[in-house]
Structures are given as structure tokens and as C-alpha cells.
């Protein structure tokens, strides 16, 4: 149940009665019309731009449509005031029986309360985290790995049809770096000695177990074969001892990607030439000769005839070249496919989740999509930004094992999952976030990931305080559905019932901009509500939840706890955390 929903639902009714009367035109559009909370809350409870959108096209004055359509509003049950602001706004006040009823639905539906059906089924393909199978996960990577798994939760939510996806970046030089590092940690796992590890190869302590599960697998067998024989093989291995360590790391961290595709895979079925070939078709693919790059004196670049993709004509900067000089597909011809693969299999939406060092690529993927998918599909691209780890102000530059970077696995084992997922979603994907181990584990008001769970754990002891009071009590939700709801009247009670009603909306606004940071900013706002309630009841007996001597207000109450534990609930399912019944410090 959508509040915002229902009151569209009774204005385009309004609106309609207008129409069929004369007093307004019709044809009207009313795709623009909408009823949201206002931008100040001392102006009411929702408010609508209904007459300031139609006006124009109606032939009238903003004003005079406004006050039309407050008179209608006004005969509605559960208003109590409708004014007319500014130059055409509508605000209305809504009945505190009516914010009261919107608990009901909460607790007959439990943590289901807040999916909405925005997303009418529509396929869309989230690939996110998608690291080069050449090392363990990084700490930046689990920021891609939560905001695309949350994204992905979000998007379910709100009513779509979700593919995740992971895509393994196995064809190019990378890999073969990593079979040579892999292959020389072989042979030290034979016996021999390696010496310092040489420049352009990896030099992690996470290759000794690659090294070490080949030999046990092979033994000697590659020890003196000529490397056109054991780069393959070796490569293969590795790919996959490193990818198996992937798995379980997101498996660790809560992610359970779907789907993993493989960029060698694709490239051997034949899949960028069919790409290419539908690019071709258009007659978007032709033999050019480009400028030279932003930054580049022309007696630094060598003007040679290139196969180039009509990017500009999608809106890229340049056109893009699609094969290398020794005649083999670029990255990009490589990334096209893919794309056109994701799209081919259903998905006309596109969102990948990608580092912040890829935004130069945004606009070519992009064009590329719309052109490959003949403007049936498109592609959206969420860039996250680093994450400084410290801890208590000091830089963690390094993991013990990876040798360069401090791994996924170090920052789990420090703080645990839930806390990785929450923080690492309380600041938008495209801003920097400083995360740092005192602070995110700190008992306190100032770390978000406690304060909210610290709500739900509250919640759950006055439920079993409650149970233990009166043991035969039903205390779920669908039977406190039933409570007297109409005992409660407090002013404080009913801005965290105003806050639960929102918690649809707040699905639906943040899957449709692609933020699922907003359900952090959501939770903590509800339990900052809650804790403060509570903290009120520590000095006035009157306002806590239950109350000797008037089991009415008692269960009325608990209806609220019930409801806020929910609503807590459902959000953290989003963030992909999992709600605590009790914390121990």
C-alpha cells in the first residue's frame, strides 16, 4: 500500500470529473501530475503540482485550477485541511485515524510492506564487482559488490525483473601475466628457487597457493615444457584457483551473483564478429583515420586507417576504433559483444556497477548499446568511488597476503559482513567514502550501522518483555493488526507512523534513480525517531510502551514496536543485513 500511490489514484479521479463536467479540457496529459510529501513539512502532509502542470494546456490560471481542485480534495474522508500555496501548489492535512490506519498493512504483511510494482516485470541486467581474475577482491571492490547487490535487492523490490551478473575479464595480456607469475610460484612449490619475484608479474602470496595446488595436480608435468605448452594450461588453472577464491569471498560478503560470463568464452563463440556484423548492417562500422587524442601534440601520434564504430552518432565524443594494429579486436569490440549478449538475453535494461577510473568509457558503452540493440536496449552506468581504509585516523595501506592492497577477506574478518554492507551504502556510490574500523564498530549514535540495528534490538526486547508479561499474548503482526490503533495520539507516535508510511515510496524513488543509499538515510531516520521516543519514555511513564493496568494502550503500542521492527527489517533486506534481536557489547 503506497499512500502517495492512493491519493494519484484519487486526484486522476477528481481530474477526470473535472474533464467529464467541462470544467476542464480533455486529452490533458496527466503523466506530470504528482502528489509527494512537500518540501517543508509545516506545509502539510502531501502536496500536488497538479493545477501548475495542467494550467497552461487548460487554458487557465494556475491559481483558479489549484482552487478548483482543493474543493474536491476537501471532500475527502481522511483530509482535514487543503490550501492553496504559492503559485498553484495544493497541500493538503491528512486525519491522525487515517495516518493510524497505514500501520495496518505493515503488520498484515510483514517485511513484504514497501514492494511496490513500479517496475512492471521489465528485465534488467545488473553485472556488478566483475574484478580481473588475476588477484583477490580489494576493498574497492566491495563497494561495487554491496551497491550492485543492494541495486539489485532495490530493483526487486520496486517490481522488476532482475539478472545479477559477474563478468570475468579472461582474454588479454592480464591473464597471461597471471599464468607466468602462477607458473613460476609452480616451481618454487617444486622445489626450486625463484628469487625475487620480477618486475610485471604479480608478486602476491596469494599465487603460493596457486603454485602449490597445480604442482599437487600435475606434478612435474610442465616443469620443462616449453611454454607455448604449459601458458595455456597454467593460465586456465589460475583463472579459475583465483575466481574460486572470488566466489567465496562474495558468498562471505552476502553476494550471490547469478550469472558469470566469460570474456574468452564470448570471444571464442563467435560472438563479437555477430556484434560487429549488426553494427555493420547499419552501416555504423567504416575505416577512418582519427585525430589525435585530447593531449597529444600531433607530431606524437601516428595517423593510420583504424575500423572505427560511428560513436558519435550516439552521442560520443569520438568515433571508436574496433581492431588493433596486428589485426586483433580491441577491449571495446570485446565489450560490445558482451553488452549485446546481456540484451539478447532478455534484458533491455543495462546497469553496470564499475570503478571509478572507468568513466572515461561511459559514453562509448553507452552508444554502443543503443546502436547494437537498435535502440531497443539501453545502458545505464553507476561509477563508484575509492574507500580509504583507516583505522582510528590511521591509513591500512596493505594486506599481509595480497602484498599491494588490503583484500575483501581482511576487511570481513575485521568488522564482519553486515557492517562492511551498511556502511559501504552511507554515502552515494560517486562520493569518496572513509571507512574506518574504530568508527564503524563504535557503539554510538554516530555510527549508523548500530544505531539502526540498536532500534530493531529495542524493538524486539519490548516484544519479549511483552511475551513474557502475558505468555498466551498473540504478538504478530497480523494479530496486532487488530489493536486499538485509535489509542494512538501522541505526537510522536504518529511521525513515526508518517515515517513508515513513506517506506513504499522510498523504494520506489530510490530503485527508479538508482540510489540505494537512500535506505541507509531512511533507516536511520526511522530509528532516530524511535530512539527518541524511547528516550522520552525513560522520563515520562506515560509514554512507554507497556503500561500496568491499560492492556488497550499496551497493545496498541506494540502494534508500533511490531510495525518499526518491520519496516526496519524490510530495509535491511534491501541493504542485504541482517536484522539483530539482541546486541551484546
Known amino acids: 500500500m503506497n499512500l502517495f ?36 513539512a509545516a506545509h502539510g502532509d502531501l502536496s500536488t503540482n497538479a493545477a501548475m502542470v495542467l494550467a497552461k494546456p487548460a487554458g487557465q490560471k494556475p491559481r483558479d485550477l489549484a482552487e478548483a481542485i482543493a474543493g474536491r480534495l476537501r471532500a475527502l474522508p481522511q483530509v482535514t485541511a487543503v490550501e492553496v500555496a504559492g503559485p498553484g501548489f495544493v497541500n493538503l492535512r491528512l486525519s491522525d485515524e487515517s495516518w493510524r490506519e497505514r500501520l495496518r498493512p505493515i503488520l498484515q504483511q510483514g517485511t513484504v510492506y514497501g514492494s511496490g510494482r513500479s517496475g512492471a516485470g521489465r528485465g534488467v541486467n545488473v553485472e556488478y564487482v566483475s574484478a580481473n581474475p588475476t588477484g583477490p577482491l580489494h576493498a574497492a571492490h566491495a563497494r561495487g559488490a554491496v551497491v550492485g547487490d543492494a541495486l539489485a535487492n532495490l530493483l526487486e523490490k520496486a517490481g522488476y525483473s532482475v539478472t545479477r551478473e559477474y563478468y570475468i575479464n579472461d582474454a588479454g595480456a592480464q591473464v597471461e601475466v597471471l599464468a607466468r607469475s602462477a607458473y613460476l610460484r609452480y616451481r618454487e612449490a617444486l622445489g626450486e628457487d625463484v628469487g625475487t619475484i620480477p618486475p610485471g608479474l604479480y608478486p602476491g602470496e596469494y599465487l603460493r597457493d596457486v603454485g602449490e595446488a597445480l604442482a599437487a595436480r600435475d606434478g612435474r608435468r610442465w616443469a620443462d615444457a616449453p611454454e607455448s605448452e604449459w601458458l595455456p594450461a597454467v593460465r586456465d588453472f589460475a583463472i579459475d584457483e583465483i575466481m574460486k577464491g572470488i566466489r567465496e569471498d562474495l558468498k562471505a560478503l552476502g553476494v550471490g551473483e547469478q550469472v558469470f560470463s566469460s570474456e574468452r568464452a564470448l570471444v571464442r563463440s563467435g560472438a563479437v564478429d555477430a556484434a560487429l556484423n549488426a553494427l555493420e548492417g547499419q552501416g555504423l562500422i567504416y575505416t577512418g583515420v582519427l585525430e589525435p587524442p585530447k593531449g597529444k601534440k600531433p607530431e606524437e601520434w601516428e595517423p593510420r586507417p583504424q575500423t572505427l564504430f560511428k560513436a558519435t552518432e550516439f552521442g560520443d565524443d569520438v568515433d571508436r576504433p574496433l581492431k588493433k594494429s596486428d589485426g586483433s579486436y580491441t577491449y571495446f569490440a570485446n565489450d560490445i559483444a558482451y553488452h ?19 568513466g572515461g568509457y561511459v559514453k562509448r558503452m553507452q552508444a554502443a548499446t543503443r546502436a547494437v540493440s537498435g535502440g531497443q536496449g539501453s545502458l545505464e552506468v553507476l561509477l563508484c568511488q575509492l ?7 590511521q591509513p591500512v595501506k596493505m594486506s599481509k597476503r595480497a602484498g599491494t592492497f588490503v583484500t575483501l577477506r581482511d576487511v570481513l574478518d575485521a568488522v564482519g559482513r553486515d557492517v562492511v554492507r551498511f556502511i559501504m ?14 568508527k564503524v564498530t563504535e557503539q554510538s549514535k554516530d555510527n549508523p550501522v548500530f544505531y539502526v540495528q540498536y532500534a530493531h534490538a529495542r524493538c524486539c526486547s519490548v516484544l519479549r518483555h511483552a511475551a513474557e508479561a502475558d505468555p498466551g ?14 489509542r494512538l495520539a501522541e505526537p510522536e507516535v504518529l511521525e513515526i507512523v508518517k515515517l513508515m508510511a513513506n517506506w513504499p515510496r522510498i523504494v520506489e524513488s530510490a530503485a527508479e534513480s538508482r540510489e540505494p543509499h537512500r535506505i541507509a538515510f531512511y533507516l536511520y531516520d526511522l530509528a532516530a525517531a524511535f530512539h527518541g521516543l524511547w528516550n522520552k519514555g525513560k522520563d515520562d511513564a506515560t509514554l512507554r510502551f507497556l503500561i500496568e493496568g491499560d492492556t488497550e494502550l499496551t497493545r496498541a503500542r506494540l502494534a508500533l514496536v511490531k510495525a518499526v521492527a518491520t519496516v526496519i527489517a524490510s530495509g535491511l533486506g534491501v541493504m542485504g543485513v541482517v536484522p539483530v534481536e539482541e546486541m551484546r557489547g
Open 5 to 40: 500511490h492512493d491519493f494519484a489514484a484519487d486526484l486522476r479521479g477528481i481530474l477526470d470529473a473535472l474533464v467529464a463536467e467541462g470544467a476542464l479540457p480533455a486529452g490533458l496529459d496527466f503523466a506530470r501530475v504528482a502528489v509527494e510529501p512537500p518540501r517543508e
Open 340 to 358: 549485446y549478449d546481456k540484451f539478447r538475453r532478455g534484458a533491455p535494461l543495462l546497469i553496470d556497477v564499475l570503478g571509478a577510473d572507468h
Open 473 to 486: 499474548a498473540d504478538l504478530s503482526g497480523p494479530a496486532l493488526a487488530d489493536a486499538p490503533l485509535h
Open 387 to 393: 574507500v580509504h581504509l583507516m583505522d582510528k585516523g
Open 425 to 438: 551504502l552511507t554515502r552515494r556510490s560517486d562520493q569518496t567514502l572513509e571507512f574506518d574500523y574504530a
